[in-house]
């Protein structure tokens, strides 16, 4: 393809994109297609000769756009949402259009200082301590493919510091906290360093939130068997309900445990900090108090499209001391005069994506005010879904509605007596007819061996008819499905 082919593929593609935001409502959200629908139409080998790009172009809307599961749409409630908006699209348009590996200041000075630059944006947008900025020379942020990455990351800088600290440590004393809703990446950090996790046990009644008193048993009970606890991985924000672990609780504990690395994990949640009404509930002055590391995810509930997980740590130093391996050829005079930051040793990767682009265009574009704007709605119109929830006496809200996340239940009221398991059984018969449908999608969970389901708002385009709509299917799903169990 030439420059003057690309011009007009471009503008094709621009075209075709267009189209499909302004069809998005129309097409189911989840695509009716079923396993292998794609690879049955694929030949098993690449073309020997080049293809005309115009049939390849047709072929992603022929083949591609039907097996697509459209996170954007409004009626898209399920996981936690993936951003997108145009301003972020053009981002990743612009930064393909300059490829380069960004891993040192000198590789692309644009890439590292633009990064420098959201990341302290970001930071003073969410309220982040002078602490967390790069301008602090000290502290900073740096963007990571996703929020699994930063657990990993500051698991392998937390343990490198712990292990300075404690030269006789044996890796396998070492213990990395979660709690049993911590996401994954907890115990994928562990998997893949080869270290211990513990899972804590957090209760209904606080809300699946980690207490002090939880955690300070198990650090007692750990210690005194001669373990070594160096990381606990906080959440704001679980992903099954939205729990926020009890900060200043955890803070208090950790003052007995000084080389214990918090680490706050507020993938979704975090861009709530935002606005200040939510600084409280989400813990700012805690995380500010006590967090060495914490993350968000603009890639989630951010509107930057995929990747592009936040993470700021107190000392850049403890990065750099566990992850800076500098061979020759990786040398140059600005790092070595200590003028930059060589991102490289920031993270796992050597080369890295020119990310913070796509969050110049959209923090710029939106402003903070655009930014919190577009949090509040989504937050008004869960709580709109959630009223309608506990207005009905055949449901019922299994915890307060976090943010923009609701769990619920189907429990009708003329089946008061029924049992727990029995009520797990219908919700999940519920569930089941529901997950069927394609225009609407939502997931279930289980809290603590309760079935429920799980709602939340995030898509750009979603509005009041879409919540109306999806309460109507919800109800609709679940008459149906208590007929057939009574049947
Ligand atoms: N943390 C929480 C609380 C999440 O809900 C999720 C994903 O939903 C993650 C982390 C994982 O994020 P990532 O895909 O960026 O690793």
């Not at 729990?243 to 609780?249: F, M």
Request: charged residues 20%; hydrophobic residues 40%.
């Amino acid at each position: 393809m030439d420059i003057e082919q690309f011009r007009k593929a471009g503008y094709q593609a621009i075209d075709r994109i267009c189209d499909y935001y302004y069809s998005l409502q129309q097409r189911p959200v989840v695509p009716p297609v079923q396993p292998g629908y794609l690879i049955s139409q694929l030949p098993d080998v690449p073309p020997e000769a080049g293809e005309d790009f115009t049939v390849i172009a047709d072929d992603y809307q022929k083949l591609i756009l039907p097996g697509v599961t459209h996170w954007q749409h409004p009626s898209f409630f399920a996981y936690f949402p993936t951003a997108s908006t145009f301003e972020a699209l053009l981002g990743d348009l612009y930064s393909g259009s300059t490829p380069n590996p960004g891993f040192n200041w000198s590789s692309s000075p644009a890439c590292t200082e633009l990064e420098m630059v959201m990341m302290d944006w970001s930071a003073k947008m969410l309220g982040l301590g002078p602490q967390f900025l790069n301008s602090s020379g000290t502290g900073g942020g740096v963007i990571q493919t996703t929020s699994s990455d930063s657990a990993l990351v500051v698991t392998v800088a937390a343990r490198s510091q712990y292990a300075r600290a404690h030269r006789s440590t044996k890796l396998e004393d070492m213990v990395i906290y979660v709690t049993s809703q911590t996401h994954s990446l907890g115990v994928k950090a562990s998997l893949v360093l080869g270290l211990e996790c513990r899972i804590l046990d957090v209760r209904a009644e606080d809300e699946y939130a980690l207490r002090g008193e939880t955690l300070r048993a198990a650090l007692q009970e750990d210690t005194a068997k001669g373990k070594h606890p160096f990381i606990l991985i906080a959440t704001i924000g679980t992903t099954s309900s939205g729990a926020i672990d009890r900060l200043g609780e955890i803070g208090e504990v950790a003052k007995d445990y000084p080389d214990l690395w918090i680490h706050v994990d507020a993938a979704w949640a975090g861009v709530t900090l935002a606005c200040p009404e939510y600084r409280e509930v989400a813990q700012l002055d805690n995380i500010n108090k006590y967090a060495w590391s914490v993350g968000t995810n603009y890639h989630k509930w951010g509107l930057v499209n995929f990747d592009c997980a936040l993470l700021w740590v107190r000392s850049r130093k403890d990065l750099t001391d566990a992850l800076d391996v500098t061979p020759e050829f990786l040398r140059t005079k600005q790092s070595e005069a200590g003028a930059v930051i060589d991102y490289r040793n920031w993270h796992l990767g050597l080369g890295r994506r020119f990310r913070s682009l796509k969050i110049w265009f959209v923090l710029r574009s939106y402003g903070v005010g655009g930014f919190q704007k577009y949090i509040r709605r989504c937050i008004e119109l869960n709580n709109r879904f959630a009223s309608l929830v506990s207005a009905s006496p055949d449901f019922s809200l299994v915890t307060p509605p976090s943010f923009a996340l609701t769990v619920f239940r189907f429990a009708p009221a003329h089946l008061a007596t029924l049992s727990e398991a029995a009520l797990n059984d219908l919700n999940h018969a519920m569930y089941t007819r529901i997950s069927a449908r394609t225009e609407i999608f939502l997931t279930q969970t289980k809290l603590n061996g309760t079935f429920c389901v799980r709602f939340v708002v995030g898509s750009g385009l979603t509005r009041t008819e879409h919540i109306e709509q999806a309460w109507a299917l919800i109800q609709e799903e679940a008459g149906v499905a208590v007929k057939e169990w009574e049947d």
